[in-house]
């Protein structure tokens, strides 16, 4: 990975290792310039091809009905992994963000509403949204020791004297978007 790589060639037992630029491991596609517009793409169409039986095999389109096929059978995959590949491009957000967009059209009487309005109604958030307050849980955790982690190879924490407590967080400047989103 990365723009200094020599791709040197790997061997085992003799036999030359094949190249690949991307991998699937754990459900998550994961590319060599770690851009996440495939996994992002993968994960939209199958989302879609489940909101499309549910459209095709529901005839029952009320709140309770939408919300409870959602919130178990699409939003999940929505979600899956997504402390590692965090959406940073807008083209990407807006993909997804289109799946739950499709989703709340569902619901019988309340096609024709903004987006928003329909998130308030059914009592949901965009999803970029739940992935921040995702991140804050877990940048919460891992500070306050409830994982068994370092917390060093995540956070740097700010002990410049500035004033506030221990648990400030330094934030460091990146040159490249793939570092600076991680």
């Known amino acids: ?3 200094k790589n020599p791709h040197v060639d790997y061997f085992m037992d003799a036999i030359q290792i094949q190249e690949v630029y991307e991998e699937k491991d754990s459900g998550v596609i994961v590319s060599d310039d770690l851009k996440w517009d495939k996994q992002c793409v993968a994960v939209v169409k199958k989302a879609n091809k489940l909101l499309g039986m549910i459209k095709r095999d529901f005839i029952d389109r009320s709140k309770a009905t939408i919300l ?3 919130k178990s059978l699409i939003r999940p995959h929505l979600e899956y992994g997504i402390q590692v590949w965090n959406l940073y491009l807008a083209k990407d957000i ?3 963000e289109g799946v739950q967009r499709r989703a ?3 619901v019988h009487g309340i096609e024709n509403w903004k987006y928003d ?3 308030k109604f059914l009592g949901l ?6 992935r921040i307050r995702s991140d804050l849980v877990k940048t919460f955790k ?9 917390k060093g190879l995540f956070f740097d924490l700010d002990d410049g004297g ?5 648990k400030n967080l330094f934030k460091r400047r990146f040159r490249l978007d793939t570092r600076k989103f991680f």
Request: overall charge positive; glycine content about 8%.
């Open 1 to 3: 990975m990365g723009f």
């Open 125 to 130: 958030t965009r999803l970029d949204k739940r």
């Open 142 to 150: 891992i500070l306050n020791g409830f994982y068994n982690i370092n």
């Open 162 to 166: 500035r004033r506030g407590h221990e």
């Open 68 to 70: 409870a096929l959602y």
């Open 94 to 96: 807006k993909l997804i």
């Open 104 to 106: 709340t059209k569902l």
């Open 117 to 119: 309005d329909r998130l």
